[in-house]
């Protein structure tokens, strides 16, 4: 799987967008971009995933660049229960299972 | 169940003991993962089932781990002569199917275990 570039740690002020970003240069046609968080003391939770094009869902927007070598990620309005730490993924999915492998994530902390 | 569920939540043991750590996947999920989170890092991948059988294990990292999964749902992630580089929290998680495109895993809150 392809490896991701993720910064290391984030600041956001609470009710605004946060946008993290995720490089992932050597990404192949066949991988898809997926977006996982971590609160403290919880396993991982799902947020998002998309191929090649823009996604949305009730948590959050995935914008993907059209050369697919970066993507970012937007909390439109991050709240205080947003702190955790934001795993970007990119993986290829085939017949003999899907691991993700999971980098060292961002850290996003939500200032009141 | 609703979510995945992990027992014990905390573990803690001494230094050549031996150790299990059970998932309850959810109720229907054909495909269970489990992973190694050390402190500051990102999950580590274990082992992958496909039902009953294991259809990666090359994330095992030596023959003191191994893990069942008997009858396609709950499985058993079972550590031999512990030493401490074995504390870690570990991850279970489960999705629909194995190649899961259109499925988000759902984890565990995993166990802290903690070899003393």
């Known amino acids: 799987d392809a490896k991701t570039t993720q910064p290391p740690s984030m600041d956001c002020a609470e009710g605004r967008a946060a946008n993290l970003p995720c490089n992932h240069s050597?990404?192949?046609?066949?991988?898809?971009v997926y977006w996982y968080r971590q609160i403290h003391s919880q396993g991982p939770q799902y947020i998002i995933h998309?191929?090649?094009n823009n996604e949305t869902n009730e948590m959050a927007s995935l914008i993907i660049t059209e050369d697919r070598k970066s993507s970012t990620l937007i909390l439109p309005h991050a709240t205080l229960r947003d702190t955790a730490v934001y795993y970007c993924?990119?993986?290829?999915?085939?017949?003999?299972?899907?691991?993700?492998?999971f980098g060292e994530g961002t850290q996003l902390t939500v200032n009141p | 169940g609703a979510g995945v569920s992990q027992t014990p939540s905390n573990k803690v043991t001494e230094k050549g003991k031996y150790v299990e750590l059970r998932c309850d996947p959810i109720?229907?999920?054909?495909?269970l993962y489990w992973y190694r989170q050390s402190l500051g890092q990102g999950p580590e991948f274990l082992i992958y089932?496909?039902?009953?059988?294991?259809?990666?294990d090359s994330g095992l990292p030596n023959d003191r781990f191994f893990a069942v999964r008997p009858e396609g749902s709950v499985s058993t992630l079972k550590i031999q002569r512990t030493e401490r580089g074995d504390s870690a929290v570990y991850l279970c998680?489960?999705?629909?199917?194995?190649?899961?495109?259109?499925?988000?895993?759902?984890f565990g809150s995993g166990t802290r275990l903690t070899v003393v």
């Open positions: 050597t990404i192949s046609g066949n991988e898809y």
């Open positions: 109720s229907g999920h054909t495909a």
């Open positions: 993924i990119v993986r290829v999915v085939g017949t003999s299972g899907s691991r993700l492998t």
């Open positions: 998680a489960s999705s629909l199917t194995g190649t899961g495109v259109n499925y988000g895993y759902t």
């Open positions: 089932f496909q039902g009953t059988g294991a259809a990666d």
């Open positions: 998309g191929l090649k």
